[in-house]
């Protein structure tokens, strides 16, 4: 009986030292999400119009499989806000898009805008200091700018700007030539491990630093903010990617 007992717990002593050693920890789960615009995911995407958090799905067309903003009324500027997507330490997150934007000789300021921010629902909790202000803390903005007004206070007139956080004092933005009325790739990426953002348009890759993300979720808000008719942005799909490469 001494004998069985010393044999079974050295058997359960090899087992921890091996499962110790050897032990191969499952990897995290990459969480991906796809839309081609079909319809509208509900559940994935708020549709309202500027200054409301009402859901207003009709303030979007969907025609042949894209989605279409417009600031026809400049009244009643659409945009389109996802839910929050849970981020971990170690994350990837990569935005791509399929899109056209297109503008009139007026003003336009069509935007892709991230955010960090602590809320779960849908619904962004409405901030004291207004509705701007509650999507959460700004990380980058994408922004096709047709705008030669006197009091434009951002950098460049007819371009994409690419902007971090910090960009009013830090100089922390890039202006690239802006390409309109043809589809146009785009690919937002956020590591991070570095907290080093990418943006890449139609193969050309541009980065900035951004300030490390301390929140529990990012949105992404697109709209067509503009004056006058002929402002546009048209989506064809977007792919939306959350990788953890902790250990790489």
């Known amino acids: 009986m001494k004998k069985v007992l010393i044999v079974a717990g050295f058997a359960i002593i090899s087992f921890l030292i091996y499962s110790t050693v050897f032990k191969t920890e499952e990897p995290e789960p990459v969480f991906s999400y796809n839309f081609d615009f079909e319809k509208v995911d509900r559940d994935f995407w708020l549709v309202g119009k500027w200054d409301s958090f009402d859901r ?3 303030a979007a067309k969907v025609n042949d499989g894209k989605l279409i903003l417009t600031s026809n009324d400049s009244q009643h500027v659409p945009y389109i806000l996802s839910k929050p997507i849970a981020i971990r330490q170690g994350d990837v997150i990569t935005v791509k898009r399929r899109v056209k934007i297109s503008h009139n000789d ?3 300021s069509g935007g892709m805008v991230f955010f960090q921010t602590d809320d779960e629902d849908i619904i962004p909790t409405l901030s004291d200091s207004g509705f701007d202000n509650s999507f959460g803390d700004g990380i980058a903005l994408i922004e096709y700018s047709y705008d030669f007004s006197k009091g434009q206070e951002r950098p460049g007139k007819d371009v994409i700007r690419f902007l971090a956080a910090d960009w009013e004092y830090n100089d922390n933005y890039v202006l690239i030539n802006p390409i309109y009325d043809e589809w146009i790739d785009e690919t937002f990426t956020f590591d991070t491990r570095t907290s080093q953002m990418t943006y890449e348009i139609n193969g050309t890759s541009y980065k900035l630093n951004s300030y490390k993300l301390d929140r529990n979720y990012i949105r992404v808000l697109m709209h067509a903010y503009g004056k006058g008719y002929g402002n546009e942005v ?12 902790l250990d790489n």
Do not use: P
């Open 234 to 245: 048209a989506i064809d799909d977007i792919d939306i990617t959350v990788e953890n490469q």
């Open 106 to 108: 007026e003003y336009f």
């Open 56 to 58: 207003n799905y009709d």
